[in-house]
Every structure is written in C-alpha cells, then in structure tokens.
C-alpha cells in the first residue's frame, strides 16, 4: 500500500508538471510558425509607377536580413479585401481602389527578432516611395513574454511539486526499511555488504518513480484525448490556428526518467537517513 502512495503521489506530480510543459510546447509551436510566417508589409505611395517599385523593390531586397520581397498590387490587395471581408459590400459608395500597393518582405531566420525588425524598418523609411511600414512584432513579443510566464510557473510548481515527492518517497523507503529491519540485520550479520543491502531498495525507488512516470503519461494522454475537443475555442484563442498536439516519444520518455530519478533521489535521502 505505501509504495502504490508513492507511486501516485509521483504520478501527480509529474502529472502536473506535464501539463504544464503541454501548454508550453503548444506555445512555443505557435511562436516558432509565426516566426516562419512574419512578414513586415510596407505600404507604398499612390504615385509610382511599375517601373519604380520594380527599382524600390531591388533596394529593398538588398536590405541586411531580408530573404525575399513580393510586389502586392493595388488590384490584389483589393481582391484580398474582398476574399477577407466576404464581399465588396463594404466598398460600396467608394469610387475607385483605396488601398495602396504594398511590399511584403519575409525575413531571414536571424533577423526575426525585435533588433532585426528594428534595423529593417529604419533602413525603408527613409526610402522614397513608402508610405509606412507594419509588421506584428508586438504581438509575438507579448505571446512570447506570456509564454515565458507560463514556462517559469511550471518550473516553480515542477520545484515544489519535486520536494514534496522526494518526501513523499524517501518515508516509503524508510518504512520499508523499518518493516525489514529483522532481515537487514541478518544480512549484515553474515557478512552482506553495503551496496548488497541497499541496492534492492535503490531499485525499489527507481521502480515506483518510472511506474508513477508511465502512469502520469497515460493520464495526460486521456485528459488530451478528452478535454481537447470542449475546450476548442479556449485553444483557438490561445494557439490560433494551430492543431494542438501531445508529446513525442522524447518527451514521454523525459517525463517517465523524471519519475525513476525523483525515485532514486528519494531512496538514496532515505538510505543516507539510516545511516545517520
């Protein structure tokens, strides 16, 4: 019965901690396809002519961190309007195409960050022809400070949650300890050395922790599988339009040693109280 305890209170733990790391993961996901998905949009003046963008668009290309530059007409961003809108009803009374031509420049994988954003949009507002430059930077910095938040609660309440299986653990090993003092007597009195006596509840440790690792898997395993489909619009608003998806086999690997090492850590703080 105590060691089943310690199993679950591992099992918990990990539980929790799994969860966590879940969110995390889906976070990060979302942030990587953004990164991959940023593009900066610059806005360009009504007067130029084809031949000038094509030139604007040159320049703009051999900007330190730019991957690559498309030419957004006026024509297409109106038809892009229409697609985004439903309709062109709300055009209607409005004569003529009012949204400008645009650039759309993607970036390259070391410039998506907040000084590479920086240094592109100091080097294209001084060009003539761009009206003004956009991009969502602001965005995924606040994502990603939210993430950050969430990576940081986890690893506190991974902490806490740790320490008090440790416990939890070690006082199972040592009422196994108590329960056997008979035998680990005899044994050392023949002759049994150290490492002979206590490498069984080392092992016993181990056990419990990559049981309560397996069994933690399994759990967030069917929690996924049930509450993913009702908290739909939840995860819409937190990931947007990414899938969520569950850990690989590294990760669950991870989480089931977490619980063998949780595991022998409590046995060896249990052993080295009885020694003492």
Same mark, same amino acid.
């Given at each position: 019965?105590?060691?089943?305890?310690?199993?679950?209170?591992?099992?918990? !733990?990990?539980?929790?901690? +799994?969860?966590? =790391?879940?969110?995390?993961?889906?976070?990060?996901?979302?942030?990587?396809? #953004?990164?991959?998905?940023?593009?900066?949009?610059?806005?360009?003046?009504?007067?130029?002519?084809?031949?000038?963008?094509?030139?604007?668009?040159?320049?703009?290309?051999? @900007?330190?961190?730019?991957?690559?530059?498309?030419?957004?007409?006026?024509?297409?961003?109106?038809?892009? #309007?229409?697609?985004?809108?439903? /309709? !062109?009803?709300?055009?209607? %009374?409005?004569?003529?195409?009012?949204?400008? !031509?645009? #650039?759309?420049?993607?970036?390259?994988?070391?410039?998506?960050?907040?000084?590479?954003?920086?240094?592109?949009?100091?080097?294209?507002?001084?060009?003539? /022809?761009?009206?003004?430059?956009?991009?969502?930077?602001?965005?995924?910095?606040? =994502? !990603?400070?939210?993430?950050?938040?969430?990576?940081?609660?986890?690893?506190?309440?991974?902490?806490?949650?740790?320490?008090?299986?440790?416990?939890?653990?070690?006082?199972?090993?040592?009422? +196994?300890? =108590?329960?056997?003092?008979?035998?680990?007597?005899?044994?050392?009195?023949?002759?049994?050395?150290?490492?002979?006596?206590?490498?069984?509840?080392?092992?016993?440790?181990?056990?419990?922790?990559?049981?309560?690792?397996?069994?933690?898997? /399994?759990?967030?395993? @069917?929690?996924?599988?049930?509450?993913?489909?009702?908290?739909?619009?939840?995860?819409?608003?937190?990931? +947007?339009?990414?899938?969520?998806?569950?850990?690989?086999?590294?990760?669950?690997?991870?989480?089931?040693?977490? %619980?063998?090492?949780? %595991?022998?850590?409590?046995?060896?703080?249990?052993?080295?109280?009885?020694?003492?």
């Amino acid at each position: 019965m105590t060691a089943w305890v310690s199993v679950l209170t591992i099992s918990v !733990a990990l539980f929790l901690v +799994g969860a966590f =790391y879940l969110v995390v993961i889906n976070m990060d996901g979302l942030l990587e396809e #953004f990164g991959q998905d940023l593009t900066v949009t610059a806005y360009l003046e009504d007067h130029l002519t084809v031949q000038e963008m094509a030139g604007l668009a040159e320049t703009v290309q051999s @900007i330190e961190g730019v991957a690559s530059v498309s030419v957004v007409g006026k024509e297409e961003a109106l038809e892009r #309007f229409k697609e985004m809108t439903g /309709g !062109a009803s709300l055009l209607v %009374g409005i004569q003529g195409n009012p949204l400008p !031509a645009s #650039f759309e420049m993607t970036l390259r994988p070391e410039s998506r960050s907040a000084a590479g954003i920086s240094i592109l949009e100091t080097a294209t507002q001084g060009l003539p /022809g761009i009206d003004e430059v956009r991009h969502g930077q602001e965005w995924i910095d606040g =994502y !990603a400070r939210v993430a950050s938040l969430v990576r940081v609660s986890g690893y506190v309440v991974g902490l806490v949650l740790s320490l008090a299986t440790l416990l939890i653990v070690a006082n199972t090993i040592q009422l +196994g300890l =108590y329960a056997r003092r008979d035998e680990l007597e005899i044994l050392q009195l023949v002759g049994a050395s150290r490492t002979f006596v206590r490498t069984p509840f080392l092992l016993e440790g181990t056990l419990q922790g990559m049981l309560g690792g397996l069994l933690a898997s /399994g759990l967030l395993w @069917i929690s996924f599988m049930i509450f993913t489909p009702s908290l739909e619009y939840g995860l819409a608003f937190l990931l +947007g339009q990414a899938e969520p998806r569950f850990f690989g086999l590294a990760q669950i690997s991870r989480l089931v040693m977490g %619980g063998a090492v949780l %595991g022998l850590v409590g046995s060896v703080a249990a052993l080295m109280d009885r020694r003492s």
